[in-house]
């Protein structure tokens, strides 16, 4: 096995979209001049009430005028990490009525477009896009599963910066995990004056949650293999 190079598999920006809302608990709704912070924990998340449809052709057929909405949502690391705003999605589209989160249950939504942004830029995704994409399995327990690693295990995160190719700058003071996909793992390599994001990928992708304390496992091992004082690194 080689050590680790910075190419590595990344989720698409609509397997992003998709997975930032599965994993959602908040969510802010922008109509008729409001803001609207809206905050569902019944299991389902704020995209599992609003139905996302095609334009429509009644919309220009004479029918009752739209009211348009903006949909934000605020993608955060949950580990200590520096900046730990990784993205934001905005969704727009039309609603045939005013938006009430009591009645958000049965709430249409007749899509205009999908934007992401992080740090790589930002991307626009279609609705076909978005429907074509899979939620990541790990998306609802990255979380949980990130933060069990660093509060329960955070001896081991160390050992996994022994993998980063080229080595980790030597005024780096502190690694932590920012982010887990189906993909693999992404350290936060912070130093005095800045820091940069590094991929440590999986052999092949997670398709069940399960599968993910395994891998990171492979992953650990790895790297005890790598730093053998009989194994060269380069």
Known sequence: MRPFSPRTPLPTPAERVRSILAAAHSMTVVSDGLHQEVHLLDGTGP???IHLHDPSEESHTGAPARIPVR????DIAPTPVRERLRARVTLTGLLAAPYA???AAGLCMEFGQALVEDAEGRNYITLEELQ???IDPLASSEAALLTHLVDRHGE???L???LVR???????VRALPVALDRYGITLRLERPTGHHDVRLPFPTPVTDIDQAGPRVHALLAAARRFSHPNRLLT
């Open 47 to 49: 995209m599992g009430h």
């Open 71 to 74: 949909l934000e949502f605020t």
């Open 101 to 103: 989160p009591e009645g």
């Open 132 to 134: 074509a994409a899979e």
């Open 156 to 158: 081991l995160v160390p």
């Open 160 to 162: 996994l910066m022994r």
């Open 166 to 172: 080229p080595r980790p700058e030597r005024d780096t």
